[in-house]
């Protein structure tokens, strides 16, 4: 399914390299192409007008759209078909069939399925693994929090002031969109501090 291969692309768009507005010109060109499924047999070449495809792409301008259809066809999701005069156009039989098309073959989608859903696999394996280590190191820093808390509160023997102190520099270290990695490193650290 064109759809469900093109949701996989948006998911995998960190590791492909590719951007939202590269993604919304590949929307545009799925859109042209008649089948749901994408196969050899319905022919994979795609021929809009830079003009159609701006309509499609939300009035992007043509330049930008040459910009991003490069990229596309750099990132090896597209293949540019070139007819002899540079135009995109399709050679109908008399039938009305497509004997021949001039334009961007989606070919390389069809190829790169399987590793563009396993891209897009890895990106939200990535996204829930980050959100859990997120949510561990929430209720760690409210226990932190509580711990120096109650012991300020109830003068407990240790040093609560220097631990407040490392608490506080423990999570304002933490950067606004942290990665993984960042958020582990806290977590160790806040829950060394949980169990002193």
Known sequence: DKWKLYRALCEAKPLLGITDRALAILNALLSFYPSGELSEENGLVVFPSNAQLSLRAHGMAEQTIRRHLASLIEAGLLIRKDSPNGKRYARKEQGGEIR?????????????????????????????????????????????????????????????????????????????????????????????????
Request: charged share 35%; hydrophobic share 45%.
């Open 100 to 196: 021949e098309a001039f334009g961007f073959s989606l070919a390389p989608l069809l190829v790169r399925a399987e590793e563009i859903e396993r891209l897009a696999a890895e990106v939200v394996a990535e996204r829930l693994h980050l959100q859990r280590l997120r949510e561990r190191l929430t209720l760690c820093r409210r226990d932190v929090a509580k711990l120096i808390e109650m012991a300020l509160e109830e003068g407990a023997a240790g040093d609560w002031s220097r631990i407040h102190l490392h608490f506080r520099d423990v999570v304002e270290r933490l950067p606004r969109s942290p990665s993984a990695e960042q958020v582990a490193a806290a977590l160790d650290e806040l829950e060394l501090l949980r169990e002193e």
